[in-house]
């Protein structure tokens, strides 16, 4: 399997302070996605990027959120103010054939957020 | 709203016993993903079935997909204690390739 990884796998921080999470998707990939899964509930769709553009988003992506690849490789979501509501798992995923998005979706390690 | 539901919920058997897992949907899809996610890890996958296709094997997995009653089922053949997990569902749609998961079901396997 594909392998995407993401950093920190563990991130703890202040309600009100911004995080930024960061995925290393497949390479040459053009189709990226943020998921949550906060705990014990099933994992929700936030975002999905294609070729350095927003293509989607849910309801859970509000302006505190924001997404982008900075350097061509790593892909990054931010949150600019966290809430205690924002604690859960954060998953990227990448599909397995980065030009075309309707297929198997590899998923990161995950970054566990704690907000305090 | 596109949704998946999985049942049962929690779904416990012995080693060697096989493992059924349903999973329902609303809308139409292009393909359903089937996961597998240990206690607070990551998401592995495990299958994708497309909606043109009715069965699917991996090993000792069977993946059946009944588009006529958007349903889904996965079958964990010869279960192992490693089969211990949370194993989910997942559905794409005609216009989205976000993925809609369902909640899950948690298989115990005792050795």
Redo the contacts between chains.
Sequence with gaps: ?PEVTQTPSHQVTQMGQEVILRCVPISNHL?F?W?RQILGQ????LV?FYNNEIS?K?EIFDDQFSVERPDGSNFTLKIRSTKLEDSA?Y?C?S?SLGHF??????????T?LTVL | SQQGEEDPQALSIQEGENATMNCSYKTSI??L?W?RQNS??????LI?IRSNEREKHSGRLRVTLDTSKKSSSLLITASRAADTASY?C?T?GRN?????????TRLQVFP
């Design positions: 399997e189709y996605y998921y099933k994992v929700e769709f999905s989607e849910s798992m998953f995923a599909p998005s309707y297929n198997e979706q590899f998923f990161g390690p995950g566990r | 292009n393909n993903q996961y607070g890890r990551g998401l592995v996958h994708l989910f997942a794409d989205t390739d976000k993925l809609i998961f369902g909640t899950g």
